[in-house]
């Protein structure tokens, strides 16, 4: 099955950039969805087609896919960013099978 | 507005039967996939499956196929997970959540998730 690769945890400080990479075998061949999971809270999508916010996402959120990395770039991080951020993907290899990532804590020091 | 609203909290023993429920609203039900997600405590998002209410085509998870069994009712737009015997191992909680733009699409909106407890 095919897998997706987050690092368990990013830091960064209020104001500066954080990346968050997801990592799957020729992951630049599939289209790459990104949500937000804030404590206690459902989670929300920040990010669809690789690259497109939905209507409500700070345009400090954007995506890019290439190659085997796809990434999650919040900008001018605020401390409301400080939550869980998951990748997801269907699988065509499997009918119907849609995998996320592993996920990825940002903390705003 | 589009929403998905679901079914209360469930406190069970291990051993019987549950059933949790999803109602759409804002938008017509029978034309959008409908997904169903598990995040046991302190984990990350796991797809169990997901159903078509119009035709109610299903599709599951292979980790979760014959585990759980999704159904719908188009009448009263509302989709559901369920349980015949369930185990410790179930306890999370669950999303329900809308699939958009087509098969390669994302899950938008989720409904506000239902927490499943099963302890003897």
């Known amino acids: 099955s095919y897998v997706l690769t987050q690092p368990p945890s990013v830091s960064v400080a209020p104001g500066k950039t954080a990346r968050i990479t997801c990592g799957g075998y020729n992951i630049g061949s599939k289209t790459v969805h990104w949500y937000q999971q804030r404590p206690g809270q459902a989670p929300v999508l920040v990010i669809f087609?690789?690259?497109d916010r939905p209507s409500g996402i700070p345009e400090r959120f954007s995506g890019s896919n290439s190659g085997n990395t796809a990434t999650l770039t919040i900008s001018r991080v605020e401390a409301g960013d400080e939550a869980d951020y998951y990748c997801q993907v269907w699988d065509s290899s499997n009918d119907h099978n849609y995998v996320f990532g592993t996920g990825t804590k940002v903390t705003v020091l | 507005e589009v929403q998905l609203v679901q079914s209360g909290a469930e406190v069970k023993k291990p051993g019987e039967s549950l059933k949790i429920s999803c109602k759409g609203s804002g938008y017509s039900f029978t034309s959008y996939w409908i997904g169903w997600v598990r995040q046991m405590p302190g984990k990350g998002l796991e797809w169990m499956g997901i159903?078509?209410?119009?035709?109610?085509?299903?599709r599951y998870s292979p980790s979760f196929q014959g585990q759980v069994t999704i159904s719908a009712d188009k009448s009263i737009s509302t989709a559901y997970l369920q349980w015949s015997s369930l185990k410790a191992s179930d306890t999370a909680m669950y999303y329900c959540?809308?699939?958009?733009?087509?098969?390669?699409?994302?899950?938008?909106?989720w409904g506000q998730g239902t927490l499943v407890t099963v302890s003897s």
């Open positions: 087609y690789d690259s």
């Open positions: 159903i078509y209410p119009g035709d109610s085509d299903t």
């Open positions: 959540a809308r699939l958009g733009g087509g098969n390669s699409g994302w899950f938008d909106p």
